[in-house]
């Protein structure tokens, strides 16, 4: 007890130095920007005039230097790698010897030394530091906030040529499957950073998931309309699907950060967690909008029926997924990986029967649904302005590419398998159409089971697929639930094609007010729409719009139009 | 001596309402050992509760799975050993000066304040961070040691402890001749041994539980102390469904967050309660008893 009291008070003393400290460099850099800009211009000067040379250096050296060229002389890459406890390596192989590293030397000569390595959930923290130690590396990984920061400061190079030369034909179609991801990497027309791109929208969707063998017990059919969906719910919670004569079920799986909610607000066209690009050109977020209002009413009725946990504003997640596998709630909205967790323990738990299966999210009126989607780069890979070899860099990207997307399995499996990819941190870019391409190739081969044109991560999850349709084997039934025909993939699918889907105007940058203020305006906002939801007259969500313009939301918005209005 | 009927009921109550206290401080201890050795879908049914539900070691295999955690275990070892060793030294050396008077220890107040004041005013994250790394103490273990090497709140402690011991005894020990550290060593301390472990226990404990320090002064996750690494563990598996995307069942099959966390708990909590037994004859072997006669 004295120690978490302990604990706390450090943690508050050492925040509130922290803040202190913050506050400090705001004073000391905006005073020291006048004599820092001029240097700072010097420098950009200074990186171009470099790159140029080199630029004519590298070419007139070696003709046939390309995407996958190798140096005739051994050059030394640092960098920032971000670790996973849960790496396996093989054969006494390391963070800092390992097949990537090998690779690197026997295919690029290029000699990859980590200038340090983090824990991923360090990683950011790290960056800061080594930003303000002024001790970065030749390549490492920022996210968008730290991408400003680094570009600002003029401490990165400007890969715009190197990438143009050394960019292989992989990297440049993952860079084109989200041009817009892609060109957030640029300032001014230059590229300073590489996006490091995402699993696609595909793997950031929604869908509702419903328990199979509750249905059948009760007769019911898949829903196509929102009434059916809460149709569904209310015979769950009504009708004892769990035949053991106690009504202990209810219908739709809520915690208390509303997530599920969040997402069902979609079916109403309302899209309360992201910024939307309006008709008239400008930007506001979601939350605020009447569409917003309407789902509330809904869910205030849900919650009046028993649909809803009476328990939900007080059950964290832990409790939610406990209710999910101890089979008490049949409904959940829920991302592709539900199959994976809770979805195994639902099958340990409660038989094979017990799955769930998807259903595309459906609309409350007549106008199609469109789902939110959040902003997907979480990383750009950067190379110092100091280094002498920013193309090594595209080079490794290259290298990383070639082997997951298009590499042998016994290459995939050397390289990737175990999560030993994490020793490309940070050359490592995902290829946004990677779980798209597994639905399509999967589904395809799913009866026929020819599996020759699957590349090694296909085959990797139709195995699992196999698996759980052969042997009902609980352990597969994530990849089953996502990529099979059957699977979630299935459902989304559409909703990518046809484009249904709503992207937010924000792209990964914070503006001043956000950081300060946006997360008590989003605890505002979960504590009021929780009150809502309980039952508390739905005029409070006009006052809270009230509110969340005049504590900070309006000059977020105004920050937002013009950092991303056009 | 007889006990009359009222006290007799005064016991019975005490002690039931002391067994129940204690119960208290237990059950999570052994919900916590018992989801440990559960099996992962039985914690995510939330079933298990005093006893493991579908018994399994799986958790503990998970987090001892490789040599990370013996390496990291006596990196922590050694983290303690050096620490706890320096911060009693630099304790001692602090507190007993600051345990005179005004008249034995010249501006006494500038030095209490000196120290004192580090208690309330930080460096903060980063001004400390340039500090380690210009003292090119980064990815050492002096990095974990040096920084805190006087932890003043145990001091202060300390210092009361010592302005507590009968003056007389160090008079005594003047007259016999005594200099100084004759007698910060041979009387002081030795009757100050409650309170020298007291404060041991503490600077042990910090050390053995702190993680935050080694995450962001090791530049290689090798150099984790124990804490440090299984801090890593535990927030990971959350984070690799969202970062990899892919094929990990084989890990979650069997762990998920939550028993993995309470595996760990308990390796971590293990340690610290073997020393515990050996520190407690000391707060329990009565303060200064019979050293001042008279």
């Known amino acids: 007890m004295r120690n978490k009291i302990a604990e706390k008070m450090l943690a508050f003393a050492l925040t509130g130095a922290l803040l202190g400290s913050l506050a400090g460099c705001g004073n000391s850099g905006a005073a020291a920007s006048d004599a820092g800009e001029a240097g700072t211009q010097n420098a950009v000067e200074n990186a171009e005039e470099k790159a140029e040379g080199q630029a004519e250096a590298v070419s007139g050296k070696e003709e046939e230097d390309g995407p996958y060229g190798r140096y005739p002389e051994t050059v030394t890459l640092t960098r920032a790698q971000m670790t996973c406890a849960a790496t396996q390596w093989e054969n006494g192989d390391d963070e800092t010897n390992n097949p990537w590293t090998r690779t690197a030397l026997e295919e690029f000569n290029i000699r990859l030394e980590d200038a340090w390595a983090a824990d991923g959930s360090q990683y950011a923290e790290k960056i800061n530091l080594s930003i303000a130690s002024q001790t970065l590396p030749d390549v490492f990984w920022v996210n968008a906030n730290q991408f400003k920061q680094v570009t600002e400061l003029g401490l990165v190079a400007d890969l715009t040529q190197v990438y143009e030369q050394y960019a292989s034909d992989t990297l440049k179609g993952i860079m084109d499957s989200d041009r817009e991801a892609f060109e957030s990497g640029k300032i001014d027309g230059k590229l300073m950073g590489i996006s490091t791109q995402h699993f696609g929208v595909i793997s950031q969707m929604n869908c509702v998931w419903i328990r199979d063998d509750w249905m059948q017990k009760l007769n019911l059919k898949a829903p196509e309309t929102l009434e059916d969906v809460y149709e569904i719910c209310r015979q769950f919670t009504q009708n004892d699907p769990d035949g053991n004569g106690v009504d202990d079920t209810y219908g739709l799986a809520v915690d208390k950060s509303l997530g599920s909610l969040y997402a069902l607000m979609n079916s109403y066209h309302a899209y309360p967690k992201i910024w939307l690009n309006k008709e008239d050109g400008q930007i506001e977020y979601g939350v605020i909008q009447s569409e917003v209002r309407n789902a509330l009413e809904a869910f205030q009725g849900l919650y009046t029926e028993g649909i809803l946990s009476k328990e939900f504003a007080v059950a964290d997640n832990a409790k939610m997924t406990e209710d999910l596998v101890s089979g008490k709630v049949g409904v959940a909205i829920w991302g592709s990986s539900f199959g994976y967790a809770p979805g195994i323990d639902v099958i340990k738990n409660n038989g094979e029967e017990a799955i769930f299966k998807s259903y595309a999210l459906p609309s409350a009126d007549a106008e199609a649904v469109k789902l939110a989607i959040d902003w997907p780069v979480g990383n750009y890979v950067v190379v110092n302005k100091n280094c002498q070899n920013p193309e090594a860099a595209i080079k490794m990207i290259n290298l990383y590419t070639r082997v997951t997307n298009e590499g042998t399995a016994e290459e995939y499996n050397a390289f990737k398998n175990n999560e030993r990819d994490w020793g490309a941190i940070p050359f490592q870019v995902q290829n946004p159409m990677a779980d798209y391409n597994q639905y399509v190739e999967i589904s395809a081969v799913q009866d026929s089971r020819d599996t020759s044109g699957l590349t090694p991560d296909q085959l990797g999850k139709y195995e699992h697929v196999i698996d759980w349709i052969d042997n009902k084997n609980p352990d597969s039934v994530g990849q089953y639930s996502q990529v099979s025909r059957e699977g979630a993939y299935g459902v989304m699918k559409p909703f990518v094609d046809n484009e249904q889907y709503v992207r937010t105007a924000y792209k990964g940058v914070s503006t001043p007010t956000m950081v300060e203020k946006m997360s008590s305006l989003d605890a505002m906002r979960d504590e009021v729409f929780t009150k809502i939801i309980m039952g508390e007259d739905i005029g409070a969500f006009d006052e809270f719009v009230e509110s969340w313009n005049s504590l900070g939301g309006e000059d977020i918005t105004g920050e937002m139009n013009e950092l991303y209005g056009n | ?294």
């Open chain 2, 1 to 294: 001596m007889k006990k009359s009927m009222g006290q007799k009921i005064f016991l019975a109550f005490n002690y039931a309402f002391l067994s129940l206290a204690g119960l208290l401080c237990l059950l999570p201890f052994i919900n916590l050992l018992a989801v440990s050795l559960s099996s992962s879908s039985a914690v995510a049914a939330g079933s298990v509760s005093f006893v493991p539900k579908e018994f399994t070691l799986s958790s503990y295999q998970f987090v001892l799975h490789s040599s990370k955690f013996i390496t990291a275990f006596f990196i922590s070892l050694k983290r303690v050993l050096l620490g706890v060793g320096l911060n009693m030294i630099l304790m001692i050396c602090t507190a007993y000066p600051l345990s005179k008077g005004k008249k034995q220890l010249f501006a006494k107040p500038v030095y209490t304040w000196y120290f004192v004041i580090t208690m309330l005013i930080g460096g903060g994250l980063i001004p400390t961070y340039l500090v380690i790394v210009k003292l090119r103490l980064i990815d050492t273990i002096w990095s974990l040691v040096l920084p805190g090497a006087l932890p003043v709140y145990n001091m202060i402690i300390l210092m009361n402890f010592f302005k507590s011991t009968p003056e007389e005894l160090e008079e005594a020990a003047q007259i016999d001749g005594a200099g100084v550290w004759t007698t910060l060593w041979k009387v002081v301390l030795p009757i100050s041994k409650p309170g020298l472990a007291t404060v041991a226990l503490f600077c042990i404990v910090s050390h053995w539980n702190s993680w935050f320090d080694g995450l962001i002064y090791m530049n290689n996750p090798r150099h984790y102390p124990l804490q440090s690494y299984l801090q890593t563990l535990v927030i990971n598996p959350e984070q690799m469904l969202r970062i990899s995307g892919g094929d990990y069942t084989k890990i979650l099959a069997m762990v998920n967050a939550r028993t993995g966390r309470a595996a760990q708990l308990f390796l971590g909590a293990l340690p610290i309660l073997m020393v515990y037994p050996f520190l407690q004859k000391y707060f329990s072997g009565g303060l200064l008893m019979g050293s001042v006669k008279g």
